[in-house]
């Protein structure tokens, strides 16, 4: 209860989330993309399930891939890789913990930092050597096949929205296409 009431209280507007009313333990959340990013004006949905002793273990996360991996801490078959999550190492306060980490602490991780504007440096190895090797080219070429996947991706979306969020897709997708249009 209390990971809804700070749901309720402090979600952006760029966040949606949509819980099962026979299923407390499971959730879905849409993420919008943000602007002066690849992900820009798309929508990227993530199934959360808590565990029988949430918040002593981390929920479950699967994102909606469709098959693709943009990113990477997002796997084409829909692994999530992050420290909040238990699924990758990290270093003090990127570590969960029990007693502070939320629900939203990690929608918005999900939003800021792995659908970011370089998603070529989320990726430790990736990130470090080849920027060493090749200066500034191959993190634009990622960003730009990362664009490429997620236009594929709302394409998908608008074929098969997930349910409860078919109104949120069409909308917010029109959205986007008129946006982009004006430029």
């Known amino acids: 209860m209390r990971e809804w009431r700070i749901l309720e209280k402090h979600l952006s507007d760029s ?3 949509r819980v099962y009313e026979n299923r407390i333990d499971l959730l879905t ?9 690849p992900y820009h004006d798309g ?4 199934d959360i399930r808590f565990p029988h002793d949430y918040p002593n273990s981390p929920p479950w996360v699967r994102y909606r891939s ?17 420290s909040l999550i238990n699924t990758w190492i990290g270093k003090g306060t990127e570590k969960r913990n029990p007693g502070d980490s939320t ?8 939003k800021g930092l792995v659908l970011n504007e370089r998603p070529y440096y989320n990726e430790p190895i990736l990130g470090f050597l080849p ?10 070429v990622y ?30 997708l029109r959205k986007g296409v008129l946006r982009s249009c004006r430029r």
């Open 29 to 37: 959340a849409a993420i919008g993309g943000s602007q002066g990013t």
């Open 66 to 82: 469709f098959g693709f991996r943009m990113n990477p801490n997002l796997y084409a078959n829909g692994r999530v890789c992050m």
């Open 103 to 110: 629900i939203l602490q990690l929608l918005i991780s999900i």
């Open 43 to 46: 929508l990227y949905f993530f």
């Open 143 to 172: 960003s730009e096949d990362t664009f490429v996947l997620s236009c594929k991706t709302m394409l998908r979306l608008l074929r098969r929205p997930p349910k409860g969020f078919e109104s949120l897709v069409k909308s917010h």
């Open 131 to 140: 920027r060493m090797l090749s200066g500034d080219k191959m993190p634009n």
């Open 15 to 17: 966040i949606w989330v």
